[in-house]
Each structure stands twice: as structure tokens, then as C-alpha cells.
Nanobody, 125 residues
């Protein structure tokens, strides 16, 4: 049974930092590229960041570029997303996804095989 479990969300103030974690179980973590997407009410799911399998190349969405850092720890089956200088517009449910071989660009949610349930991040002004 494949499971992705996110944690680390919560209520923070503008300008604060936050670190999200996501643990994959039921699959070989190192074989998957991992990504974070977010979705605010009434909006489409938005690409935040991704880290590839193997080379651990990183990719960022325009809205968080320069404020987000994604990293993976294959020994712990975990991917992390750290965000600094949070803004109210960062408020959303954040989802972790795992993309296996044969998928398309990690920037597209259709490339992902598995998703977590999401963790809510709320940034107050």
C-alpha cells in the first residue's frame, strides 16, 4: 500500500518560515521524483517545487522561486520543502506527489503517480 504523508503545516505570520515534510511508504523512494504542489480555494493546483530522482536536480515555481528550498533524504524516504518570507498569498493546502519512470515534466501534476492528503498552510498578514 502506497502512502504519502505530509506534515509541518499550520498557521504562521507573514514573513515567517516553514518546513514541510513528506514521507513515502510502500514504494522505493529513490526511484521517484518528488514534488510539492499547492491549491488555494477556488484555484487550480499550482506547482511549487520538485526534486528529481538520482541527480536531485531541483525545480521551482515562479511564485516561490528564491523563497523555497526542496531537498530529499533517500535514507529516510522523505522530501522537505522549506519556505521563507511567507506571504498571505502562500496560503493553501500543500500536497506532496511522487512521480515514477515514464512521467512527463515534474512541473505538471499529471506526471505524478501518487499524492498525499495535503497539509494546510495559512499565512496571516
Amino acid at each position: 500500500q502506497v502512502q504519502l504523508v505530509e506534515s509541518g503545516g499550520g498557521l504562521v505570520q507573514a514573513g515567517d518560515s516553514l518546513r514541510l515534510s513528506c514521507v513515502l511508504s510502500g514504494r522505493t523512494f529513490s526511484q521517484y521524483s518528488m514534488g510539492w504542489f499547492r491549491q488555494a480555494p477556488g484555484k487550480e493546483r499550482e506547482f511549487v517545487a520538485a526534486v528529481s530522482r538520482g541527480t536531485s536536480s531541483t525545480y521551482y515555481g515562479d511564485s516561490v522561486n528564491g523563497r523555497a528550498t526542496i531537498a530529499r533524504d533517500d535514507a529516510k524516504n522523505t522530501v522537505f520543502l522549506e519556505m521563507v518570507s511567507l506571504k498571505p498569498e502562500d496560503t493553501a493546502a500543500y500536497y506532496c506527489g511522487a512521480a515514477g519512470l515514464g512521467g512527463g515534466s515534474v512541473r505538471f501534476h499529471s506526471s505524478y503517480d501518487y499524492w498525499g492528503q495535503g497539509t494546510q498552510v495559512t499565512v496571516s498578514s
